[in-house]
């Protein structure tokens, strides 16, 4: 069949005709016609049908009119050449291809199969002893803890226990430097690496961050047993794509589960500090303990985050697994490696996101966005620079909440929308000793500026 779109419209009918009729409509000139009169186009395009298919090939015929460029002068017109020819232009169209059930499942299983094999030789076992005592208590983490199924000695038993745990980490360089969750190593007295093809080596805690909850570990071993993982870009993640981790649950080692990506953004307490560890990754890739330290990883076998902490009654894994961007790491681990230690800078406050609340009991505008300062560290580098903290509280449906503190609505000219817009910039683009320039709005809607110089940590 042939169909003919001519403005907008569309006549069936048989190809030749067609053809010929609009050959002869746009190659044969009305004497005298204006030299404006738009010269037709005619673009030809082909959909082809499954092979054997009964259906037949259809040609869709496109009509456009183009407008001449006027000419300089109106000279003379020459005689009109009625031999033109139709400029016929064909266009290729994708051809439909009849999905294959089978097929789309042996992709899927040939990629998380292939991102296995590639990351298995970077990926190591990690197990640690604990010397405790009988009156040694388990550190609260917020999250499994690698020695959570190890008992405590009996009054019966010698002074001291040799407590065991494990978890998960990834080969970072051929250097011998190892990444893994610092939970998983805190007060270690000995740890033992294990790699996948049966290779057991003693490993060296380096240095360790307790805000981003990640340690570097060190093992002697020659370069080419050493294969550092690939790292993606976490700021690059999005909801919905593949998420693949690989790790040693419940002491099932090297073991790999898949998921999706399933939230970003989110912030967590690193569980070792009072601190918050922002942009991290949500995943329903199931996530045990013993998964701690290993990495999460894209369809190619990037690196975009250390599996770190679950949501769970249980203590196993209900779909809600957290882990650390591969960003903060690729910032927190040379340092670590370099110096032994990351060194955050601080502002010195504590607050929240501004609430609808907050701001009507503050007579600051409905539109307004920002980070609420709720209290002020005391001689710490914001109450030095002059911001203020939340000074009463009010009553609501919901309780009493705390009003009257700066709301911070932008840092060095940059808007800020809520506290993890804060916590963020202090992070990536902030340093101890740094001058910064805060924006904010005061009780009663009036606009300051604050100029603080931040400050280190504290332990």
């Known amino acids: 069949m042939v169909f003919l779109r001519i403005k907008g419209k569309k006549f069936v009918g048989l190809l030749m005709p067609v053809v010929l009729l609009l050959a002869m409509a746009c190659s044969v000139p009305v004497a005298n016609a204006p030299s404006e009169a738009p010269t037709p186009t005619i673009q030809l395009d082909l959909v082809s049908t499954p092979e054997g298919s009964a259906a037949p090939v259809q040609t869709i015929l496109a009509v456009e009119a183009t407008q001449p460029a006027k000419p300089a002068s109106a000279p003379e017109q020459a005689a009109p050449d009625n031999t033109a020819p139709v400029h016929v232009q064909q266009v290729p169209q994708p051809q439909q291809v009849q999905l294959d059930p089978d097929a789309i ?3 899927f299983e040939e990629v998380i199969g292939r991102v296995h094999d590639d990351v298995l030789p970077s990926v190591v076992q990690i197990r640690v002893t604990q010397k405790i005592t009988a009156d040694s208590e388990t550190p609260d983490f917020g999250f499994p803890s690698p020695f959570e ?13 040799f407590r065991e745990g494990e978890g998960s980490g990834f080969v970072w360089s051929d250097e011998g430097y190892i990444v893994t969750n610092r939970h998983v190593v805190a007060n270690a007295d000995t740890v033992t690496i294990t790699f996948a093809n049966g290779t057991e080596v003693e490993g ?8 981003s909850d990640l340690a570097v570990l060190k093992v002697d071993l020659p370069k080419d047993m050493l294969p550092p993982v690939a790292l993606g870009d976490s700021n690059d993640v999005r909801v919905g794509q593949i ?28 569980g070792n500090t009072r601190f918050s560890v922002p942009k991290v990754i ?8 013993g998964n701690s330290g290993g990495p999460l990883l894209n369809r190619k076998g990037q690196v975009i985050g250390i599996n770190t902490q679950i949501i769970s009654r249980t203590g196993a894994s209900t779909g809600i697994g957290f882990a650390v961007p ?22 010195g406050i504590s607050g929240t996101d501004l609430r609808k609340e ?69 992070i990536e683009n902030a340093r101890p ?23 280190s940590r504290p332990e």
């Open 105 to 107: 499942v042996a992709a």
């Open 149 to 161: 199924n190890s008992p405590l000695p009996s009054p019966d038993e010698p002074d001291f226990f």
């Open 204 to 211: 060296v805690v380096v240095a360790e961050d307790p805000d």
């Open 243 to 270: 998420a693949v981790a690989i790790g040693n649950p419940f002491g099932q080692n090297f073991t790999t589960t898949t998921g999706i990506v399933s939230a970003i953004g989110r912030t967590i307490r690193s």
């Open 282 to 289: 949500q995943t329903d890739a199931p996530i045990n303990p």
């Open 326 to 347: 591969i960003n903060t790491a690729k910032q927190v681990i040379p340092v670590l490696i370099e110096d032994g230690k990351f060194v955050y800078a601080w502002l």
């Open 358 to 426: 907050v701001a009507e009991a503050m007579d600051i505008d409905a539109e307004v966005r920002g980070a609420q300062v709720i209290d002020l560290a005391p001689g710490g580098p914001a109450e030095k620079g002059g911001l203020r903290g939340s000074d009463r509280t009010q009553e609501i449906d919901r309780g009493l909440i705390p009003v009257g503190g700066d709301v911070i609505v932008a840092i060095d000219d940059l808007a800020i929308a809520d506290m993890d817009d804060l916590i963020i910039y202090l």
């Open 433 to 455: 000793g740094d001058t910064i320039i805060l924006d904010v709005v005061r009780d009663g809607g009036e606009s300051a500026e604050v100029v603080v110089t931040l400050g």
